[in-house]
């Protein structure tokens, strides 16, 4: 049933391993190590890869790996025990090599292996014969109330049904009286109508007659009230609009309008941005790193309070205590600090569901590890999922922008760069941002405006290539134009459009294209098979999701929901998902920087740009160990 079994260390040392079947499972377990393991991702010990689902144990007093391997589609319900046992039958035969550190000594366990999986899978038999046993008592409703709110007496018994019955009586003796009544007007009503009729014809023909006789005796009267004044009304007492000093009037709209594209106001545009040129050759820089003096002198603190309890609570053979006394972590130890730390994450702006896999990972992670002498286990916790932190945004492949346009113009095409996202999170903006960086480094830049739906999308670009090249101007590049604009108008197929500005980059011999898409919400679905269809179609060399740094929850559910449609609409054995990520607006939250490790455990796609202001040269790469430092704070 089991077709892999392995024991090895967390160097890489294989110590026992039993395979049922001549399949390679190297790559399995490697992308288990890479994925999971690496990444710290293992608040779950379930991994699947291809048509094998594989199950794992850490062992973090030894630094050992069980993997267990077997096919999907069985469903294997002894798995788990079968762990422990072997875990345990491990641990205790071979403990005093282990701690010798004699990893390469010769490990005589397959007698035991096959005792303890017979075992096991007899017991997995056992349990699927068992009915389903019912709930205990703990498990129940009952168990959470208190024994005086389910103690019932007679008096209130007798109470509560004289009172049901009361209100039972009222409410249909009620009803009773109504319809009587409905029933009596009605007969009346028919029996009044006949006999009602001449009188009620007699009666408005006499007042009809009262109130012509009064307009023509009385005609001065008339005339008087129209010509008295009217009383002045009282005006209601409400909020009245505020009055701003400096407030203008209509008067000053010309020297405050900003929308006019004039060619004066281009010149004073580049006349302010001036000192902008030259600041973006080469990398960009990372975002600044806090000093650590706070959280030195925190530990700090944390060492010299705990040195001091032990000399107040025992004197000297309590401190002697603690040098000797290294503690093994328990679940009951980690409980408490974790959920703190799972509350802190939250208020910083990390998902819900993110920040619980986070701690459930430090958790499994620490359970049975030693404790240093002068480590607290909140220190520990903390040391623990700060480096899994760091380790979750520090990029699986590093995305170089600028080798890899090299690249493409050595062999004669450009080097196609897409945006996407929802709506309003600032990907023109960015996008100029960028462009801005590349021309700096003397790249030509096309701009392929494949947003064909947002009013004013197109004349946005069109702004942004008209101050970019009035920075750089052509005269400095060899009368070339550095940024172009690409555009059809609106309305039209967006993956058409980003095709033919490819082909026309190509023929211009332009070395880079930004395709600006429109921003959509993760569940359009007819939008998201437009943006599928682009991709498809056009196959950029980069995909780029540019999402906002203000977002918690959200920020994961639009991420899965792009990936996922991507995926679905592609019709393709590969399709091709989301390479890297923009995060904008990062100048905006402080140190709520939460949204960056959510969207990054998602996807594990690298945050490539940061948008940490509104200039030109306000883009950054992310600092992973500035996030951390703002996060634990």
Avoid at 16 to 43: D, H, K, M, P
Avoid at 96 to 103: D, F, I
Avoid at 136 to 164: A, C, G, P, W, Y
Avoid at 286 to 298: A, F, I, Q
């Amino acid at each position: 049933m089991l077709d892999l079994f392995t024991i090895f260390s967390k160097g890489g040392i294989v110590l026992w391993c039993f395979q049922s079947t001549s399949q390679i499972f190297t790559s399995s377990v490697n992308a288990l190590i890479r994925s999971v393991i690496l990444q710290e991702r293992t608040g779950t010990n379930i991994f699947e890869h291809e048509s094998l689902r594989l199950q794992y144990k850490l062992d973090n007093e030894f630094e050992l790996i069980f993997v267990v391997a077997y096919q999907k589609i069985l469903q294997l319900s002894y798995v788990d025990k079968f762990l422990d046992d072997i875990h345990l039958e491990f641990r205790d035969k071979f403990k005093n090599q282990l701690n010798q550190t004699q990893l390469f000594s010769n490990y005589n366990f397959e007698d035991d292996f096959k005792i303890i999986l017979t075992s096991a899978e007899q017991w997995g038999k056992q349990q699927a014969k068992l009915p389903k046993q019912m709930r205990t008592f703990d498990e129940s409703l009952k168990s959470k109330k208190t024994v005086s709110s389910m103690i019932e007496r007679k008096d209130e018994k007798d109470n509560k049904k004289q009172q049901q019955q009361g209100k039972k009586k009222k409410n249909s003796s009620a009803m009773d009286d109504v319809e009587l009544r409905i029933q009596e007007n009605i007969k009346e009503k028919e029996n009044n109508i006949v006999n009602n009729q001449d009188e009620i014809e007699t009666d408005s023909l006499i007042l009809n007659r009262m109130k012509l006789a009064q307009r023509f005796n009385n005609p001065k009267k008339k005339i008087e009230k129209q010509k008295s004044p009217k009383s002045p009304k009282e005006e209601k007492a409400g909020k009245k609009p505020r009055v701003w000093e400096l407030g203008g009037t209509n008067k000053d709209l010309p020297n405050l309008e900003r929308t006019k594209d004039k060619p004066s106001e281009i010149d004073d545009h580049v006349q302010a941005d001036i000192a902008l040129i030259g600041k973006m050759k080469g990398e960009i820089r990372d975002l600044e790193v806090d000093s650590d003096s706070e959280s030195e002198n925190e530990e700090i603190n944390i060492i010299k309070t705990k040195s001091n309890n032990q000399k107040s609570s025992g004197g000297m053979f309590s401190v002697l205590k603690g040098l000797v006394g290294n503690k093994s972590l328990k679940q009951e130890d980690l409980i408490p600090i974790l959920e703190k730390m799972k509350d802190h994450l939250i208020s910083k702006n990390v998902a819900a569901d993110i920040a619980i896999k986070l701690c459930d990972s430090v958790r499994t992670k620490l359970k049975g590890k030693i404790v240093g002498t002068f480590e607290t286990v909140s220190s520990t916790v903390k040391t623990a999922l700060t480096d899994a932190l760091v380790q979750i945004l520090s990029p699986k492949r590093r995305v170089d922008i600028l080798r890899d346009a090299f690249e493409a113009k050595k062999h004669g095409k450009p080097y196609v760069m897409s945006f996407c996202g929802v709506n309003g999170v600032g990907k023109s903006t960015n996008l100029a941002k960028i462009c801005f960086w590349l021309i700096e480094n003397n790249f030509r830049v096309l701009i392929a405006a494949c947003d064909t739906f947002r009013a004013g999308a197109v004349e946005q670009l069109r702004t942004h290539m008209r101050h970019l090249n009035a920075l750089h101007p052509p005269e400095k590049h060899g009368n070339h134009t550095m940024v172009e604009l690409y555009e059809k108008g609106y309305g039209k197929d967006a993956a058409g459009i980003a095709m033919e500005a490819i082909r026309y980059a190509k023929d211009s011999k332009i070395d880079i294209v930004l395709i600006d898409t429109a921003g959509r919400m993760q569940d359009n679905e007819p939008l998201m098979r437009a943006l599928t269809k682009l991709i498809r179609v056009n196959e950029p060399d980069l995909v780029l999701f540019v999402g906002e740094a203000l977002v918690g929850n959200e920020a994961v559910d639009q991420l899965v929901k792009f990936n996922r449609a991507l995926e679905d609409y592609s019709n393709s054995s590969n399709p091709r998902i989301i390479d890297g990520i923009v995060l904008t607006k990062f100048d905006t939250i402080d140190d709520k920087v939460g949204a960056a490790i959510s969207m990054t455990y998602i996807t594990g796609q690298p945050i490539v740009f940061v948008g940490t202001g509104q200039t030109y040269t306000d883009l950054k790469t992310l600092n992973a160990k500035a996030v951390v430092h703002a996060l634990m704070k």
